[in-house]
């Protein structure tokens, strides 16, 4: 019978909770970029111009079809060779993440746009509205309450995606929770314990997930789902 | 741009890329079987008004949604062995790992399949004497699978993607070979442009696919 | 000869109670038509009788055997006890559900292949002789989604008839259909009817009712308000609710 003894993980606890920050770090930061680029990408995409719309599209498709970690590796790996400048892990961590999430967020973006009904651009334009401008007022506006919930599901697997960053030896939790297992020789208590943690939070913000859909529900909003 | 890509490099190891297909093809194929197959049973367990089968359901399914693969293919192949007699090498740790998530994001796509359909069809089944058993097989399953398959698909080709996470137990699949022949040749560029590549032409044919499949589902509705 | 008897029903949806201890005796070539205000617990009635609703209290018999077992909670119902009640007592439902991934003639056969297990020739014949006596043998290859509205309850009504049930229930049969479709189903009932067929008919058309029901019941607050023949009724009801009823369902008759 395995004898379980959790003391060594928690005397390393300072460890694990940095590794958190970290991990919420990396997660935030990419968030916030994937969203921006995302918007960008969406709009390029949705644009008239073949020049604007075929690269984006391009980008999107790439960062989609091709798996995270091979983008990681990339990023870490063969980007600064290929433009010769350093990279930390965290900045490979957050330019693979930002792009990757925002491919994913692109796609909801555009079918949050392309979902509102012919009759808003029409009516704007009859108004005298310019594309920017129904875009901005109109359009965005309703698109937005719509695509929460899918947002948030990318969100939460953004959250999920970072632990990869690991693998470049970022100090992220898992990062931080493998090197406890070695130091303490205790693989089952630490990763346990990481795997709890993570689920806690992770678990945490899908709750706080269905309770916004369910408040949009409520509504009457429709969403859109990728 | 100063680099000048040689790619010949990475075409001398060809035989080293055709080894990581084939065991990306293998941890694939051993995946879906056993995501789907256990996703399909936990999935109708959710369904189920019996207290004792819809909890453990459930249960399941919100850990391995909400914990991150990795996690889980790490748990599993250095955490596991301490509670077991046996030994678990790369390929068993990724599989259990990637089986698991997936089986628990098919379970929900399942559910959501069984439930979307008309009440009225499990109405019209009973009312000329089926049971439950013989109602999911002949009505339901038949009608919900047509609707699941684009999320099915998708699932397919996330696991597809997933086989890369299986390199960091060393297990030979693609994205390892590629780690391989960037140590050896010292051309990590061409190494894993190539692999990037590789997955790109694989699935690139699969995505679309799932477009098209929900593009007709839409129509058809 | 009494095929079905429900004795004090009675069902419940939470605090909502739609059926208080309700009696009903049905004999056999008996046809009744079943009317009532919406909510009045017509629908209800007609779902416990085939067990699609389980009744919070009160028995039922069927072929004079009372159904289920005492429990102190509760009447308790074996699943097998209820399939072979459901092949006994059939059921066409006003949103027909008919099963889309399959040919009308897949619909009908599929009880006698899946429930009755006959082989896939036998079931096919006695199918395809119940799709004529509907009229739809011509049919027998399309798809739900290619028939018109009264079409589809057809099938849905030979789909029932093909496993040949003692008494048969109609919920709102004609009330999703097109006013011009609705013929062609009622032609269908009252052939039935002239058969000697024992059905329950839940209907909003009361002229037909008169026409082929033996009986007629107005449900009211969960039990039955009155019952007599079709004269009775329809022509001279005795309590005001009925009349009230029957007023507000003939405000504008040509």
């Not at chain 2, 049973?41 to 991150?68: D, K």
């Not at chain 2, 089986?103 to 000329?128: C, K, L, N, Y």
Request: proline share 5%.
């Amino acid at each position: 019978m395995y004898r379980w003894d959790f003391t060594p993980v928690l005397a390393n606890w300072p460890l694990l909770a940095q590794g958190l920050v970290n991990t919420l770090k990396v997660t935030s930061t990419s968030l916030v970029f994937g969203l921006a680029l995302g918007l960008v990408l969406a709009l390029l995409r949705l644009s008239p111009r073949p020049v604007l719309s075929w690269p984006a599209g391009f980008v999107i498709e790439v960062f989609r079809t091709t798996p995270p970690l091979v983008q990681l590796f990339w990023f870490f790996f063969a980007l600064p060779l290929l433009i010769g400048v350093e990279m930390t892990p965290f900045i490979a961590a957050v330019v693979t993440l930002s792009i990757q999430s925002a491919a994913f967020f692109a796609e909801v973006f555009r079918g949050g746009i392309v979902s509102i009904e012919r009759g808003q651009w029409e009516a704007a334009k009859a108004v005298g509205m310019d594309r920017r401008q129904t875009l901005h007022r109109i359009v965005l506006p309703q698109a937005v309450k719509r695509m929460i919930p899918a947002f948030m599901e990318r969100s939460i697997e953004l959250m999920k995606t970072t632990t990869l960053v690991a693998t470049i030896s970022y100090a992220d939790l898992l990062f931080a929770a493998n090197e406890i297992s070695q130091k303490t020789f205790r693989p089952l208590e630490t990763l346990t314990v990481a795997a709890l943690i993570y689920f806690v939070v992770i678990f945490a913000f899908s709750l706080a997930m269905r309770q916004v859909e369910r408040r949009l529900a409520v509504t009457g909003e429709t969403t859109v789902r990728r | 741009m100063n680099h000048r890509w040689d790619f010949a490099s990475v075409l001398d190891n060809t035989d080293a890329l055709l080894a990581g297909a084939a065991g990306t093809l293998r941890i694939f194929a051993i995946c879906i079987v056993a995501g789907l197959a256990l996703g399909l049973v936990i999935g109708l367990g959710r369904t189920s008004q019996r207290r004792w089968i819809h909890w453990p359901a459930s249960a399941f399914v919100e850990f391995f949604r909400n914990t991150p693969v990795l996690v889980q293919i790490l748990w599993f192949y250095f955490a596991l062995p301490m509670l077991v007699p046996f030994s678990i090498n790369p390929l068993g740790a990724a599989a259990l790992g990637i089986s698991l998530n997936s089986a628990a994001f098919t379970a929900e796509i399942v559910r959501g399949g069984i439930q979307s359909i008309d009440p009225g069809q499990w109405d019209g089944a009973r009312a000329i004497g089926m049971g439950w058993g013989q109602a999911m097989r002949r009505i339901i399953l038949p009608q919900a699978l047509k609707r699941m398959t684009p999320a099915l698909t998708n699932r397919a080709i996330e696991i597809f993607k997933m086989s890369t996470l299986a390199s960091t137990v060393a297990y030979v699949e693609l994205l390892q070979q590629g780690k391989l022949i960037a140590s050896i040749n010292y051309n990590p560029i061409e190494a894993y442009t190539a692999v990037a590549v590789i997955f790109f032409i694989v699935l690139w044919p699969m995505v679309q696919a799932t477009y098209a499949l929900e593009r007709r589902l839409r129509r058809d509705e | 000869m009494t095929i079905l008897r429900a004795v004090g029903l009675s069902k419940s949806f939470g605090t909502n109670a739609v059926l208080r201890g309700l009696d009903l005796d049905v004999k056999q070539g008996e046809r009744i038509a079943i009317l009532g205000a919406s909510g009045s617990g017509k629908s209800t009635l007609l779902r416990c009788l085939n067990f699609m609703e389980m009744p919070t209290a009160g028995t039922i018999e069927l072929d004079g055997r009372v159904l289920g077992r005492a429990h102190p909670t509760g009447r308790v119902y074996q699943e097998r006890e209820l399939i072979a009640v459901r092949q006994r007592v059939g059921m066409v439902f006003q949103q027909f559900n008919l099963f889309p991934h399959m040919t009308a003639l897949g619909n009908v056969m599929e009880g006698l292949r899946t429930v009755k297990r006959l082989p896939k020739v036998e079931a096919m014949a006695q199918a395809t002789a119940q799709l004529a006596r509907v009229g739809l043998s011509e049919k027998a290859d399309h798809y739900p989604a290619h028939l018109s509205g009264g079409q589809k309850q057809r099938v849905a009504i030979a789909r029932a008839l093909a496993m040949e049930p003692a008494l048969l229930l109609f919920d709102e049969p004609t009330s999703a259909l097109d006013p011009e479709l609705v013929g062609e189903v009622l032609g269908v009932i009252h052939a039935l009817a002239e058969e000697g067929r024992t059905m329950l008919l839940v209907t909003h058309e009361l002229g037909f009712a008169y026409h082929v029901a033996t009986r007629v019941i107005f449900l009211a607050d969960g039990t039955i308000h009155e019952t007599g023949t079709p004269d009775e009724v329809l022509k001279n009801p005795h309590q005001e609710r009925t009349r009230a009823f029957l007023a507000s369902h003939m405000r504008y008759s040509l």
